[in-house]
Protein backbone atom coordinates (compact mmCIF):
# COMPACT_ATOMS: atom_id res chain seq x y z
CA UNK A 1 0.00 0.00 0.00
CA UNK A 2 1.40 3.37 -0.79
CA UNK A 3 1.75 6.22 1.97
CA UNK A 4 0.60 9.04 2.22
CA UNK A 5 3.73 10.84 2.00
CA UNK A 6 4.43 9.18 -1.30
CA UNK A 7 1.43 10.13 -2.78
CA UNK A 8 1.67 13.53 -1.84
CA UNK A 9 5.44 13.64 -3.46
CA UNK A 10 3.59 11.80 -6.48
CA UNK A 11 0.92 14.35 -6.64
CA UNK A 12 3.31 17.51 -6.57
CA UNK A 13 5.71 16.19 -9.00
CA UNK A 14 2.58 15.73 -11.76
CA UNK A 15 2.10 19.36 -10.34
CA UNK A 16 5.63 20.44 -11.26
CA UNK A 17 6.21 22.35 -8.27
CA UNK A 18 8.10 21.23 -4.46
CA UNK A 19 6.36 20.07 -1.82
CA UNK A 20 5.88 22.36 0.67
CA UNK A 21 7.09 20.77 4.06
CA UNK A 22 6.34 22.71 7.49
CA UNK A 23 7.88 22.30 10.98
CA UNK A 24 6.49 23.58 13.69
CA UNK A 25 7.15 22.39 17.90
CA UNK A 26 4.17 20.55 19.46
CA UNK A 27 2.41 22.92 22.14
CA UNK A 28 3.90 26.01 21.11
CA UNK A 29 2.67 28.17 22.76
CA UNK A 30 0.22 25.70 24.16
CA UNK A 31 -1.43 22.47 23.53
CA UNK A 32 -4.57 24.06 22.14
CA UNK A 33 -2.39 27.12 19.74
CA UNK A 34 -0.29 24.18 18.40
CA UNK A 35 -3.35 21.98 17.29
CA UNK A 36 -4.76 25.36 15.68
CA UNK A 37 -2.15 26.02 14.19
CA UNK A 38 -1.96 22.37 12.74
CA UNK A 39 -5.13 22.91 11.21
CA UNK A 40 -4.47 26.36 9.71
CA UNK A 41 -1.16 25.59 7.95
CA UNK A 42 -2.15 22.24 6.68
CA UNK A 43 -4.51 24.18 4.05
CA UNK A 44 -1.36 25.41 2.52
CA UNK A 45 1.38 22.79 3.57
CA UNK A 46 2.23 19.44 1.76
CA UNK A 47 3.51 17.96 4.62
CA UNK A 48 3.76 18.99 8.08
CA UNK A 49 6.58 18.68 10.92
CA UNK A 50 6.06 18.20 14.63
CA UNK A 51 8.96 18.56 16.66
CA UNK A 52 8.54 16.73 20.11
CA UNK A 53 10.65 18.99 22.57
CA UNK A 54 13.80 18.54 23.70
CA UNK A 55 15.60 20.44 26.27
CA UNK A 56 19.02 19.77 25.07
CA UNK A 57 18.89 19.93 20.87
CA UNK A 58 21.83 19.75 19.22
CA UNK A 59 20.70 20.78 15.78
CA UNK A 60 18.06 23.48 16.08
CA UNK A 61 19.05 27.07 16.32
CA UNK A 62 17.52 29.82 18.53
CA UNK A 63 14.12 30.15 16.72
CA UNK A 64 13.17 26.71 17.25
CA UNK A 65 14.71 26.56 20.86
CA UNK A 66 12.57 29.31 21.49
CA UNK A 67 9.57 27.42 20.19
CA UNK A 68 11.05 24.46 22.40
CA UNK A 69 11.18 26.43 26.08
CA UNK A 70 7.79 27.85 25.44
CA UNK A 71 6.63 24.24 25.02
CA UNK A 72 8.52 22.89 27.98
CA UNK A 73 7.33 25.83 30.01
CA UNK A 74 4.04 24.78 29.63
CA UNK A 75 4.54 21.22 31.09
CA UNK A 76 4.15 19.63 27.21
CA UNK A 77 5.54 16.34 26.87
CA UNK A 78 5.33 12.98 24.36
CA UNK A 79 1.89 12.06 26.15
CA UNK A 80 0.87 15.77 25.01
CA UNK A 81 2.52 15.42 21.46
CA UNK A 82 0.79 12.13 20.45
CA UNK A 83 -2.42 13.44 21.77
CA UNK A 84 -2.22 16.44 19.52
CA UNK A 85 -1.54 14.46 16.67
CA UNK A 86 -4.42 12.17 17.10
CA UNK A 87 -6.51 15.39 17.03
CA UNK A 88 -5.09 16.64 14.00
CA UNK A 89 -5.42 13.25 12.08
CA UNK A 90 -9.13 12.96 12.89
CA UNK A 91 -9.66 16.34 11.16
CA UNK A 92 -6.86 15.67 8.28
CA UNK A 93 -6.35 12.33 8.31
CA UNK A 94 -4.92 12.49 4.51
CA UNK A 95 -2.10 14.82 5.62
CA UNK A 96 1.34 13.53 6.00
CA UNK A 97 2.58 14.28 9.51
CA UNK A 98 6.17 13.73 10.57
CA UNK A 99 7.32 14.12 14.28
CA UNK A 100 11.02 14.92 14.59
CA UNK A 101 12.78 14.97 17.22
CA UNK A 102 15.59 13.46 19.77
CA UNK A 103 16.87 9.65 20.29
CA UNK A 104 16.47 9.97 23.97
CA UNK A 105 13.33 10.84 24.65
CA UNK A 106 12.53 7.27 22.74
CA UNK A 107 14.90 5.42 24.82
CA UNK A 108 13.21 6.83 28.19
CA UNK A 109 9.82 5.52 26.76
CA UNK A 110 10.92 2.16 25.22
CA UNK A 111 11.15 1.62 21.02
CA UNK A 112 8.35 -0.35 21.28
CA UNK A 113 5.94 1.54 23.20
CA UNK A 114 6.94 4.87 21.28
CA UNK A 115 6.13 2.90 17.76
CA UNK A 116 2.42 1.95 19.16
CA UNK A 117 2.27 5.23 20.51
CA UNK A 118 2.95 6.41 16.37
CA UNK A 119 1.01 4.08 15.17
CA UNK A 120 -1.93 4.51 17.28
CA UNK A 121 -2.08 8.06 16.66
CA UNK A 122 -1.55 7.50 12.73
CA UNK A 123 1.85 9.14 12.53
CA UNK A 124 3.15 8.91 8.97
CA UNK A 125 6.79 9.49 9.72
CA UNK A 126 9.90 10.44 12.09
CA UNK A 127 12.89 12.23 11.96
CA UNK A 128 15.28 11.41 14.49
CA UNK A 129 18.17 13.76 14.54
CA UNK A 130 20.68 12.03 16.67
CA UNK A 131 20.09 8.50 15.66
CA UNK A 132 22.32 8.66 12.43
CA UNK A 133 23.22 5.52 9.61
CA UNK A 134 24.07 3.03 10.31
CA UNK A 135 23.05 3.12 14.09
CA UNK A 136 19.39 3.51 12.87
CA UNK A 137 19.27 0.75 11.16
CA UNK A 138 17.59 -1.85 14.14
CA UNK A 139 15.07 1.23 14.79
CA UNK A 140 14.51 2.22 10.75
CA UNK A 141 12.85 -1.29 10.15
CA UNK A 142 10.54 -1.12 13.20
CA UNK A 143 9.50 1.62 11.82
CA UNK A 144 9.15 0.03 8.56
CA UNK A 145 7.23 -2.96 9.89
CA UNK A 146 4.85 -0.39 11.62
CA UNK A 147 4.19 1.48 8.51
CA UNK A 148 6.01 4.74 9.69
CA UNK A 149 8.52 5.97 7.25
CA UNK A 150 12.21 6.82 8.73
CA UNK A 151 13.38 9.37 7.08
CA UNK A 152 17.37 9.27 6.75
CA UNK A 153 19.59 12.34 6.86
CA UNK A 154 22.59 13.60 4.67
CA UNK A 155 24.65 16.60 4.90
CA UNK A 156 27.72 18.14 2.37
CA UNK A 157 29.64 15.91 4.43
CA UNK A 158 28.24 13.40 3.78
CA UNK A 159 30.66 10.91 1.40
CA UNK A 160 29.57 9.32 -1.94
CA UNK A 161 30.02 5.72 -0.67
CA UNK A 162 27.62 6.30 2.48
CA UNK A 163 25.13 9.21 0.47
CA UNK A 164 24.70 5.01 -1.85
CA UNK A 165 24.47 3.35 1.27
CA UNK A 166 21.87 5.69 3.00
CA UNK A 167 19.80 6.30 0.09
CA UNK A 168 19.40 1.96 -0.34
CA UNK A 169 18.20 1.75 3.14
CA UNK A 170 16.00 4.88 3.22
CA UNK A 171 12.06 5.07 2.84
CA UNK A 172 9.83 7.64 1.47
CA UNK A 173 11.48 10.36 1.94
CA UNK A 174 15.75 11.80 2.61
CA UNK A 175 15.72 14.75 4.54
CA UNK A 176 19.23 16.59 2.90
CA UNK A 177 20.58 19.19 5.54
CA UNK A 178 21.66 22.02 3.03
CA UNK A 179 24.79 23.78 4.81
CA UNK A 180 26.77 23.08 8.48
CA UNK A 181 24.60 25.23 10.70
CA UNK A 182 21.92 24.70 13.25
CA UNK A 183 18.52 25.49 12.24
CA UNK A 184 17.42 28.60 10.97
CA UNK A 185 21.52 29.91 10.22
CA UNK A 186 21.67 32.16 7.33
CA UNK A 187 22.92 30.08 4.22
CA UNK A 188 26.82 30.34 4.00
CA UNK A 189 26.37 28.75 0.62
CA UNK A 190 24.65 30.46 -2.65
CA UNK A 191 21.29 28.50 -3.49
CA UNK A 192 22.69 27.74 -6.82
CA UNK A 193 25.88 25.43 -4.84
CA UNK A 194 23.04 24.08 -3.30
CA UNK A 195 21.29 22.70 -6.12
CA UNK A 196 24.60 21.64 -7.09
CA UNK A 197 25.39 19.51 -3.96
CA UNK A 198 21.46 18.63 -4.12
CA UNK A 199 21.83 17.29 -7.69
CA UNK A 200 24.59 15.26 -7.11
CA UNK A 201 23.17 13.32 -4.76
CA UNK A 202 19.67 13.14 -7.01
CA UNK A 203 22.05 11.48 -9.52
CA UNK A 204 22.61 8.34 -7.29
CA UNK A 205 18.80 7.62 -7.41
CA UNK A 206 16.53 9.87 -9.00
CA UNK A 207 13.48 7.56 -7.81
CA UNK A 208 13.83 9.11 -4.22
CA UNK A 209 12.51 11.78 -2.90
CA UNK A 210 14.84 14.43 -1.18
CA UNK A 211 13.87 17.48 0.28
CA UNK A 212 16.16 20.17 1.37
CA UNK A 213 15.87 21.40 5.17
CA UNK A 214 17.92 24.54 6.71
CA UNK A 215 17.68 28.11 5.91
CA UNK A 216 14.80 27.83 3.13
CA UNK A 217 13.04 31.13 4.19
CA UNK A 218 10.69 32.87 1.88
CA UNK A 219 13.80 34.79 0.65
CA UNK A 220 15.54 31.30 -0.73
CA UNK A 221 12.48 29.13 -1.29
CA UNK A 222 11.67 30.22 -4.91
CA UNK A 223 15.64 29.63 -5.71
CA UNK A 224 15.29 26.22 -4.69
CA UNK A 225 11.84 25.06 -5.76
CA UNK A 226 13.33 22.35 -8.67
CA UNK A 227 13.66 20.37 -5.20
CA UNK A 228 11.31 17.89 -4.79
CA UNK A 229 10.42 19.85 -1.55
CA UNK A 230 11.51 22.31 1.16
CA UNK A 231 11.53 22.72 4.89
CA UNK A 232 10.71 25.54 6.51
CA UNK A 233 10.96 25.76 9.98
CA UNK A 234 12.88 28.12 11.87
CA UNK A 235 11.20 31.23 9.55
CA UNK A 236 7.67 29.85 11.17
CA UNK A 237 8.70 29.73 14.53
CA UNK A 238 9.91 33.24 14.78
CA UNK A 239 6.29 34.04 13.21
CA UNK A 240 5.16 32.97 16.56
CA UNK A 241 7.45 34.66 18.71
CA UNK A 242 6.65 37.74 16.55
CA UNK A 243 3.07 37.31 17.09
CA UNK A 244 3.40 37.31 20.75
CA UNK A 245 5.62 39.53 21.33
CA UNK A 246 3.08 42.03 19.79
CA UNK A 247 -0.01 40.50 21.34
CA UNK A 248 -1.16 38.88 17.93
CA UNK A 249 -2.72 35.70 17.45
CA UNK A 250 0.13 33.73 16.11
CA UNK A 251 -2.37 31.12 14.37
CA UNK A 252 -3.79 33.85 11.85
CA UNK A 253 -0.38 35.48 10.94
CA UNK A 254 1.38 32.05 10.17
CA UNK A 255 -1.46 31.25 8.48
CA UNK A 256 -0.53 34.05 6.14
CA UNK A 257 3.08 33.18 6.02
CA UNK A 258 2.82 29.44 5.21
CA UNK A 259 0.03 30.83 2.47
CA UNK A 260 2.62 33.37 0.97
CA UNK A 261 5.34 30.56 0.81
CA UNK A 262 3.30 28.21 -1.05
CA UNK A 263 2.30 31.07 -3.81
CA UNK A 264 5.85 31.20 -4.18
CA UNK A 265 6.62 27.64 -5.42
CA UNK A 266 3.95 27.65 -7.66
Known amino acids: MKSKISTVFEQCKMEKRPALITYTVAGDNSKNNSLKILNSISKHADICEL????????????????????????????????????KFKKNRPEKPLILMGYYNLIYQMGENLFLKNCKSSKVDGLIIVDLPWPENKKFAKKCKQKSISFIQLLSPTTTKDRIKKIINDSHDMIYYISMLSTTGGK????????????????????????????????????????????????????????SLKMGQNPVTKLDKV????????L
Do not use: E, W
Open 51 to 86: GFVHNCPIADGSQIQNSSYRALKNGINLKDTFDIVK
Open 187 to 242: LKVSPKKILQNYNKIRRVNPSKNLVIGFGITDKTIKSLKSANGLVVGSMLCKSITD
Open 258 to 265: VYNLKNKI
